[in-house]
């Protein structure tokens, strides 16, 4: 997707997805490196959706890898079974819906969808590293001060966990027309959260911009983001 282009029809979407399932089947089928792991994917809106089971998260992880490659690939979530343990998922200020069933819903207003409630703007009821994968889906643009979540999530991912944040773009009508958005998100702000001065570091797994929706899938890291990563995911 060419940075500033208008998102596509909900056709041309449906075909789209249509075609990455397929190019996502292919992979296991005939990429010696994960033909034999037992995964599947199906993509919705650019997402593609892992599910199955894999003995370490090394093979999750190149699984992974090679479906960002993929063009047209947004970001890549999993609800996979590692070495027979099902992942710790939390839905931060879910509301009304969790993006998987298996989640535990977090949100400060108690819903049917809500298992824990609690404040997302402050320290969460969890311990250090306990969690795989945490879900920020439109939740950062209604906060003044949404880095103090971006390290406490960063304090409760296991190593290898990922933080998936969706977020409207900051030139699509969806920015400015809800009225409790407070801040505006562009794949350079995520370029910012992973290279922030004395704060927690994050890599980059995936970053991306369909045209009305910023993409991020970070994972923490002690490192700096290599220039190569930089330069494929920001401008």
């Not at 958005?181 to 350079?188: A, S």
């Amino acid at each position: 997707m060419r940075i500033g282009a208008a998102p596509m029809s909900a056709h041309r979407t449906t075909l789209c997805d249509s075609d990455l399932t397929c190019a996502v089947a292919e992979l296991f089928t005939h990429d010696q490196r994960v033909r034999s792991l037992r995964l599947r994917g199906e993509a919705d809106g650019g997402v593609v959706h892992l599910t199955g089971e894999v003995d370490r998260p090394a093979e999750l992880a190149l699984a992974r890898t090679l479906i960002g490659r993929l063009a047209g690939v947004h970001a890549v979530w999993d609800r996979v079974r590692v070495a027979g343990r099902e992942p710790v998922v939390l839905d931060l200020g879910c509301g009304d819906q969790r993006q998987y069933p298996t989640n535990l819903g977090v949100d400060v207003r108690r819903t049917g969808e809500v298992a824990v409630q609690a404040d997302v703007s402050t320290d969460l009821p969890f311990r250090d590293g306990s969690v795989d994968r945490i879900f920020a889906v439109h939740v950062l643009e209604h906060l003044i001060d949404f880095l103090a979540l971006v390290d406490e999530c960063h304090r409760l991912l296991r190593p290898g966990g990922i933080l998936h944040v969706l977020s409207p773009w900051w030139r699509h009508v969806n920015a400015v027309a809800d009225p409790t958005h407070v801040r505006l998100l562009d794949t350079q702000t995520v370029k910012g959260i992973c290279a922030r001065p004395g704060a927690p570091r994050w890599y980059p797994l995936h970053v991306g911009n369909d045209g009305a929706t910023v993409f991020a899938d970070l994972t923490p890291t002690t490192a700096d983001v290599p220039a190569t990563v930089k330069a494929r995911f920001f401008d």
